[in-house]
Every structure is written in C-alpha cells, then in structure tokens.
C-alpha cells in the first residue's frame, strides 16, 4: 500500500515508479490492487495453476512479469465461454488487464492476442430485407438426411456433390447454422474489439506501445454466414502490445538480423493456424508466441498467462528457456497442457 507520506524512493523501489506522482484518478484507481500486490502466498513459477485468473492474479509477486502473453475468451460462442454474456465478457477482460499492473515488472510488456467479434447476434440492428437475386437451393434438410442414409461412408462434401448443391448448404440444413445472419434473423454486429482493450489498458495504466497482425489460415468454420451476405471470412487477428512505465531493455540481439527483417520489424506475422484442435477448440501457435517472448524477453525471466489454455505459451516459454506461470479455469485444459508439456520433453 502507498500513502502520499511514504518515502517517494522507498515507492519507487517497490513498484517501479512513484505512484503518488500519477495523477489523481489513476491513483485512486490503482490503490487497491496495489494493496493487494503484498500477499504473503505468491503463486508458484513453471505451474499452471486451476482457477478463475480475477482471483489467481492478485496471488502473483508484484512487478515479477517480464512478460504476459495471452488469448483471452473471444465471446463468439465457444464452449469455455458459455458462462459469459457480453457484459460479463467486458468486464472480465477489463479485470484482467487491471489486475496485470501491479505483476507486471516495470518497463514490462502485455500483449493481447485476439480478433474482433463477427458473430455477436444483435436485435437492435435493424434486419436485412434484401432480394435474394440468386434462386435459393432447393434442397431440403430431410433429402441431405436421406442421403446420408443411404451412404454412410461419404462426407459432407461428398453428400454435396451428389445432391448438387454447395458444403455449406449441406451444413446449414443440418445445423441451421446461420450464425452471421440471414435475411429475417437477428443481425451480427461486427464488434470492433481493439477499441475496449485500448481503453481497458489505459485505465489500469498502462500503455498502448505497439499493435500487429497476425494472419492466419481462413476460418470458415467462425463464419458460417448465410449466402445473403457480402462479408469476408475470419483470417487474422490483432496483437495488442501494452507497456508498463519503467526502464525497457532494448537488446537488437534477441533476434538475428534475417528474423529483424523477416517478422522482428514487421507489423504483419503470416503464421498458420494449428492444424488440430480436437483437444481444445482455440489453441494459439507456439510460433506466435516463441516470437512475442523472444522479441520482448530475456531468458530466465518470467512470461504469464492467465487464459493458459492447452498450455501454448507454457510450452513456448519452456522452449525460449524462460520460466512460465499459467492460470486456467477448466482443469481438463491444465491436464491438457501439463501432458504437452511432457510430450515435449
Ligand atoms: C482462447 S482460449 C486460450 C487458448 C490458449 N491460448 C491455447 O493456445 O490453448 C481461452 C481460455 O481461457 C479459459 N478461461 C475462460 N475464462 C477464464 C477465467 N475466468 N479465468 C481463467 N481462464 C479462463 C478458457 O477455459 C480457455 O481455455
């Protein structure tokens, strides 16, 4: 805790910076986490711990984070974010990126790796009533069933191509999922996401140092539209670079001058999806994350991750000899990574 007559040097040596310097809203803000970031039971290093990250955060030692580098829940229906409404989603993210300021080390890095929302089902957006100029597929969903009675062994492509009509129709009379809107349904609001992180960063304060691209394989499946639409399909992301004030190291030899000029100093990162997600439904690639710690991290230092997931920058940190603390909700997803991290051993 900070009070206005503590010594300015002793504040400063303890977090960094001298918060009785900030200004006063900011200071005000920060109080209780700051408070919080003495607690006696810190979390142990090279452990994925189980639990909810607004909880666990508060139990890492203050400014031991050289860097923190995660995906959070997107909120576009996945299984892990069921509990979440959009409301519920903001305000997650928001504590999240609060709770990171006191952990952080001065002069330390965020980086938030997510995309915009292109599924967000909207009932105040008024419908799309639009002429279908095409002439819609004729086939029904009881023919598409009937199909693959008679041939069990043929995929949905197959069972398309037999019938005459596209995958996707195939899908959607099976699925009736039409989760980008239709002509009579709800619309999708496209949500911009970089807009609340940028906010949500600021007021923990922190600052906005960098943003990249990565582009990544298409992803039909996040983009089952209807065939009324003139939308593009998902295939990149954002990686939102926050600093923490504080002296930065810059060393240019982290990266070799080929890797400088080839993803080092480049703002878009073309890196393939993971092929299989079988075993968790939004795995990041270790790729991704090998550049974002070596780029912004020295071996031996601590990287976090509170969305941990499958265990994707546990396992990029292991590989870049750096230490990792992870957080993740479900326990069958820190099974999931303690097992990659031992496969790769
Ligand atoms: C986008 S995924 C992260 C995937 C990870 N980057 C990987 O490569 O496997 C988000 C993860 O956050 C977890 N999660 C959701 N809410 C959480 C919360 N409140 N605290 C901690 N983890 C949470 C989900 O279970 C999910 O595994």
Redesign the pocket.
């Known amino acids: 805790m900070f009070s206005p007559d503590e010594d300015p040097t002793s504040i400063a040596n303890r977090y960094g910076f001298n918060p009785a310097r900030m200004p006063p809203h900011l200071r005000k803000q920060l109080q209780p986490i700051l408070t919080k970031a003495d607690a006696s039971e810190c979390l142990a290093l090279n452990a994925i711990h189980h ?4 909880e666990l955060l508060p139990k890492i030692a203050s400014n031991s984070i050289a860097l923190s580098v ?5 909120f576009v229906g996945k299984a ?2 069921a509990y979440l409404s959009f409301s519920g989603w903001q305000s ?1 993210l928001e504590s999240v990126i609060r709770l990171h300021f006191p952990i952080l080390k001065p002069g330390g890095f965020l980086v938030i790796n997510i995309a915009d929302i292109l599924c967000y089902k909207d009932p105040s957006i008024p419908k799309i009533m639009a002429d279908n100029v095409m002439r819609r597929c004729q086939i029904t969903k009881e023919q598409v069933l009937k199909a693959m009675a008679a041939h069990p062994k043929k995929n949905r492509y197959e069972i398309a191509k037999l019938l005459g009509c596209s995958e996707q129709t195939v899908d959607r009379r099976l699925n009736g999922n039409n989760i980008r809107g239709g002509k009579y349904q709800n619309q999708t609001r496209v949500k911009i996401v970089g807009g609340l992180i940028e906010e949500w960063g600021s007021k923990a304060g922190l600052f906005l140092y960098d943003r990249r691209a990565w582009v990544k394989d298409p992803c039909w499946a996040n983009s089952r539209w209807h065939s009324l639409s003139y939308r593009s399909v998902d295939e990149f992301e954002y990686l939102y670079v926050f600093w923490k004030p504080g002296v930065t190291t810059f060393n240019r030899n982290r990266l070799t001058q080929q890797e400088w000029r080839d993803w080092g100093s480049r703002a878009v990162w073309n890196i393939p999806s993971v092929r299989s997600n079988d075993d ?1 439904e ?3 690639p270790v790729e991704l994350v090998q550049r974002i710690v070596r780029l912004l991290s020295d071996k031996g230092e601590t990287i976090l ?9 546990a396992l990029a940190s292991v590989k870049e000899k750096r230490n990792y603390i992870g ?4 326990r069958k ?1 820190v099974k999931l990574a303690y097992k990659r991290l031992a496969d790769a051993d």
């Open positions: 639990g909810d990250a607004r995660w995906s959070p829940p997107y892990y974010e997650l968790h939004a795995k990041y991750d509170p969305f941990m997931g499958s265990g994707t920058t957080i993740e909700l479900e997803y």
